[in-house]
Structures are given as C-alpha cells and as structure tokens.
C-alpha cells in the first residue's frame, strides 16, 4: 500500500479533520478511520522495515553504516511519518487512536515522540524535566 499523499501524517482529508474537531462525532470518525489506516500501512510495511534493518546491521565499515543508517531513519520519516525509534510507540498510540479517534496523525506522532523520550530519560536515570541526566 503507497501512501498517495505526499506528507504522511497529513492523512486523506486533512481540511475535514480541520472543520470537524476531534469533539464530533465525524471527527472522531475521520480520526480513527486515518489511525486504523495508518496502522495497516505500518502493519503491512513490517517485513520490508525488518530487512532494511538487518541489512543495516550487516554493514561493517563504520562510515558506510553511518550513512545507510541516516538514509533509512529518513526514508523511514518520509514514508510514514515518524522516525524508527518512535515507530513503536507511534503504533500504540494509533491503535488507542483507531479505537476512541481523539487525535490527529500529528498530534499522534508528537504523543508517540513524547512518550519515547520520557522512556529515554527514565532509562538513563533521570526524569523528564531531569536536564542532568545523560540522554
């Protein structure tokens, strides 16, 4: 499945998810209806993400890896989005989305951003607003 549009998280109908906020009935609609849509495309994107992945692992030189590595987290924004770190924390957020539609594809994405970082830092020791813990 290609996203036909040119800015994944712009979805399909961008202007009716802008006239119809996420407190209608059609803009809870419109939201999960982009959510669950997004979801099968990530769903069916999996394998193809895997094997970029594990080709990016088998790379030695440390400058070629670096650069296939930098080539697939922005092929990896352009196509869905988000970056490959967020990517499952995006999908969490998208099913919760597909189910009650009180975000946009944007908003999802900046929660899923949110939340893996808060997840970084509680993993480095430190919390969020802990500017002293080491990313």
Known sequence: MNQPESQPLDGVAPDLQTKY????G???ALRRGEAIRHLKFLSESAARIEAQRKQLEAIKDR??????RIRFEMNHVLEF???AFDRNEFQEVLEDVSQ???LT?????ALAHARSMQNVHSVNGGSPGDVS???
């Open 133 to 135: 813990a080491s990313p």
């Open 81 to 83: 989005g988000v970056s």
């Open 26 to 28: 059609v803009g809870r």
């Open 105 to 109: 594809l944007h908003e999802a994405a």
């Open 21 to 24: 906020s996420a407190f209608t």
């Open 100 to 102: 009650h539609g009180g």
């Open 63 to 68: 400058i070629t890896q670096e650069a296939a």
